[in-house]
Nanobody, 116 residues
Framework: QVQLVESGGGLVQPGGSLRLSCAAS????????MGWYRQAPGKERELVAS???????NYADSVKGRFTISRDTPKNTVLLQMNNLKYEDTAVYYC??????????WGQGTQVTVSS
């Protein structure tokens, strides 16, 4: 079984930065994609950014130019660097891992709050 542990969330002022980390353990040999989703109060969960096993990245339009997703392969970790944070970035951020045969695993979620 795969376990995902997220860290790095917190409270930040508008224009500030945070770096989220998601460390995977368990069956890691068949990863297709890792990504970050977020869910704001009263909203549906949405894709923020993803990265494939080949390193291809995808971003929501709302975060392009501000967020960067990357993988630290030796540590089995996916990172999300978030710069120039805005009020609308406030949400619970979830890490997701998808195996090559289509099985998804989710992290527990980490709260990001952008407030002055």
């Amino acid at each position: 079984q795969v376990q995902l542990v997220e860290s790095g969330g917190g409270l930040v002022q508008p224009g500030g930065s945070l770096r989220l980390s998601c460390a995977a353990s368990g069956i890691i040999s068949s990863i297709n994609t890792m990504g970050w989703y977020r869910q704001a109060p009263g909203k549906e969960r949405e894709l923020v950014a993803s990265i494939s096993s080949a390193g291809r990245t995808n971003y929501a339009d709302s975060v392009k130019g501000r967020f960067t997703i990357s993988r630290d392969t030796p540590k089995n970790t996916v990172l999300l660097q978030m710069n120039n944070l805005k009020y609308e970035d406030t949400a619970v951020y979830y890490c997701k891992l998808t195996l090559v045969w289509g099985v998804d695993y989710w992290g527990q979620g980490t709260q990001v709050t952008v407030s002055s």
